[in-house]
Structures are given as structure tokens and as C-alpha cells.
């Protein structure tokens, strides 16, 4: 894929470089994937807009549940189907369409472009942060302003722009206690199985109802202010979104309002899974010797990572403790990004609002979400320059799920809404 950037990229007449970033992890051999860095452009007398997206996915198998291979783009009717379509392969070529259309209908490029495109932002974007620290006076130095098309619309019909993201911490917890899998007939009852200490200690750290149980995590968010709360009035969203975007009726909330606060600015913890554990289909009699839990929790205003961290291990070993068991047990922080909550009324937004209007005919609402891209606050504070979420894709794309997809018309209109926006940029004046 970062290849596939460098040829597109250069063969529209940008500068392109790829800046590798070492082994993944510690102790690893596996090479991160490079980011891919260029310029489109570079009249002092325009204004220089710095665009971020990634180029890495989430995993897809067909066995998953897809309808087609995941990894060949299929239209169907008026949509385009495969992993990446909206999240992001789509919108990072859209940036790549909108310089082609340029250069075909002979209109002149409006702003520097300066391209920041990466390939582990689905794994908490490990190595960027340190590269934009390094690089904001120097690669990033003339950049006047971010945008970043990596959400989506909240419900089908109506655009918006995106101003806070929840930050995200990502946890593993290990439990181990024979040297192998073992015969459940002939163990079973005999020794502390790791899977049966594991699930009590998940258990544990959130409730069916999405309260977290982690004693001090709710008293480090931000209380909701009266102002806050009603800009959650005019949001055109409704349950049925949440149905049809879901496929089910299983909202914890009945409301609107109290769904979208759960999703933008509360903290939630999410189970994801349990690598070791049995999970072929048929019925195997077997204890597993080490399994390994995966939890995350999405993080809002105030929530400090290091400070999260301290609750989650103290809550475990506390939990921990009281089994008593002769496991081994062992919490580990995989990744975490921080939460992002920005200025809506920066001229950044304002040339937004502006291209939005120009391509949909409507105003678009202002969103926070629940998703995490964990650069969007480093490029903020390292730049010093405003961030902009513009979205492409609607809220039912099945982002990280089957069948991801991207409307054509999200598609066509998204690409338009890219480049008015940077025509609208090129001219707003600063506020
Ligand atoms: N495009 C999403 C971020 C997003 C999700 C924005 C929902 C708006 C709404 C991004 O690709 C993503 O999935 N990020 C990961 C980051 C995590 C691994 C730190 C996420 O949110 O799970
Ligand atoms: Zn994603």
C-alpha cells in the first residue's frame, strides 16, 4: 500500500518520500510499515493544508461472513464493497482523485498539499507520534491547518464535521498456570483453570448494562455542563440509525440523546476477545493452559492515560487477589491514544462548512465521536494548527465489520466536498 501511495502520488507530480520506522515493539523482527510523507505544490503565496489518513485496515477473512472477498472491491448496485472502501483506503484515494481531477479539468491547484498517510493507525499508530514530534519544524513546518477523512456521518442522510474523538486504551491480561492444554476429564476439578480465573476477572471490569467497574475511572470525566447538553438538541440522529446502523434493536439506551452522550463523551470498556481460548465449532473437552483477554476502554475529557492505567492494574490485582489462585496472571497496556476535543469555529471548520454546503445543499451538524485516531491530538499540539474531521463515508459503512462499504455517491460527493473544501480554505479569512 505504501507503494502503491508512492507511485500514485508521483506520478501526479508530487514529492514523495518513505520514512521507515524501525521493528515493531520490543524484541520483535518485524519491520513497521513505512509512513508515506509528500508535498503537492509549494507557492508561498497559498496557504499549505497538511492531509492525514491511513493506509492500513482492519483484518477480513470471506469465512468471517463476508458476501465477497474482502480484499477485492466489488460494486454492488450503488455501492462499493471491501475492507478499507470507508475506512480509510477510500478517502485517502479521494485525496489522490481530487489532485487527477485538478490536472484534468485544468483548474489550478488552491493550497500546498502536505501528505501524511500511515499504516498502523488500527494498532494505536506506533512510531508517528515520535516522527511528528521530530518533523513539526521541519517536514510539517508551513503547514497552516489538518485535515483528517477518517469518520463518517452519524446517521445515512446528513453530512457533519467532526470536532472531539474518544481517545482509546488497549489492555491484555494473561492468565497461565499448566505447561500444556490439558485433558478436561482427567484435570478438570483437580487444578485452577486459567480460562475459569480469566473470564471471573473480565467479569469484573464492566457490567451488562456498560457500567464500568473500575473504581475511580468515572470520577475522572469531566462533568457535563448545561451548554453541553443541548447541543445534543439539534443532532439529527434517531434509534432508528442506531437500528439499521447495528442491525438489531440491542441499545442499552432508549434515547437519542443518552445514546449519543454514551458514545461521545463517557468513557466505555469493550471485551474483544480471548486468544488460547477454544473457539472452532464443535465441542473439544479441553482445559487451554494460557489464555490471553483483550480489553479496551475509549477515554474522554479528563481522563489522563497514565492515571487509567494505575485504576485498571490496581482494580485487577485487587480482583486477582481475591481468587487466590495459583495461576499466574500478568495485565498488560498494548497500546493507548489520547481523546481529542477541538475548535469548531476555527476557519479550518468554517471553509468546511462551506464545501460541505456547496456539494449536499444542507449544513452539515457538528459531531464529537466515540472512535479513536490516535495522532489527531499530536498533530494539534505538535503543529500548533487546527484539526478538521471531514468525512466521506455514512454512519451504516460497517466500518471494522463485514461487508464494509462505501456509497458511490459518499464516494463522488466526497471527493467534491475534499476539494471545495480546500478551494473554500485557500480563501477563508483567519479568525
Ligand atoms: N476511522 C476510525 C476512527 C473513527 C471511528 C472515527 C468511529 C469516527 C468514528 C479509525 O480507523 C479506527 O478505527 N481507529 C481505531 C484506533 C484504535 C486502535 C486506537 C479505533 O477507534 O478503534
Ligand atoms: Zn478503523
Known sequence: MAHFLEKEL???????????LGPQGAGTNVDLPPIVLGKYGNDPNKRTILVYGHYDVQPALLEDGWDTEPFTLVQKDDKLIGRGSTDDKGPVLGWINSIEAHQQAGIEFP????????????????????????????????????????????????????????????YSVTVEGPSADLHSGIFGGM?????????????????PQGKILIPGVNDLVAPLTPDEEKLYDNIKYSMD?????????????????????????????????IEGAFSAPGAKTVIPAK??????????????????????????DNVWKKLNSKNKIEVKLLHDGLWWLSDPHHWNFEAAKKATKAVWHVDPDLTREGGSIPVTLTFEQALKKN?????????????????????????????????????YVSVEPSS
Open 191 to 207: 487444578v485452577s483453570e486459567p480460562l475459569i480465573d480469566l473470564t471471573h476477572v473480565l467479569a469484573q471490569l464492566v457490567d
Open 111 to 170: 493550497v500546498n498539499l502536505v501528505f501524511c498517510f500511515e499504516g498502523m493507525e488500527e494498532y494505536g499508530s506506533e512510531g508517528l507520534d515520535d516522527l511528528i514530534h521530530e518533523e513539526a519544524n521541519k517536514f510539517f513546518k508551513d503547514v497552516d491547518a489538518t485535515c483528517i477523512s477518517d469518520n463518517y456521518w452519524l446517521g445515512t442522510t446528513h453530512p457533519v464535521l467532526t470536532y472531539g474523538l474518544r481517545g482509546c486504551s488497549y
Open 387 to 423: 484539526v478538521l474531521l471531514l468525512p466521506m463515508g455514512r454512519g451504516d459503512d460497517g466500518a471494522h465489520s463485514i461487508n464494509e462499504k462505501i456509497n458511490v455517491d459518499n464516494y463522488i460527493n466526497g471527493v467534491k466536498t475534499l476539494s471545495a473544501y480546500l478551494h
Open 291 to 316: 489464555v490471553i483477554g483483550k480489553f479496551s476502554l475509549r477515554t474522554v475529557p479528563n481522563i489522563q492515560p497514565r492515571e487509567l492505567d494505575e485504576l485498571v492494574f490496581k482494580h485487577i
Open 241 to 273: 440509525d442506531l437500528y439499521s446502523a447495528t442491525g438489531s434493536k440491542t441499545n442499552l439506551f432508549d434515547t437519542e440523546k443518552e445514546s449519543l452522550k454514551a458514545r461521545w463523551r463517557y468513557p466505555t470498556l469493550s471485551l474483544h476477545g
Open 10 to 20: 508521483k506520478a501526479l507530480g508530487a514529492q514523495v518520500e518513505l520514512r521507515e
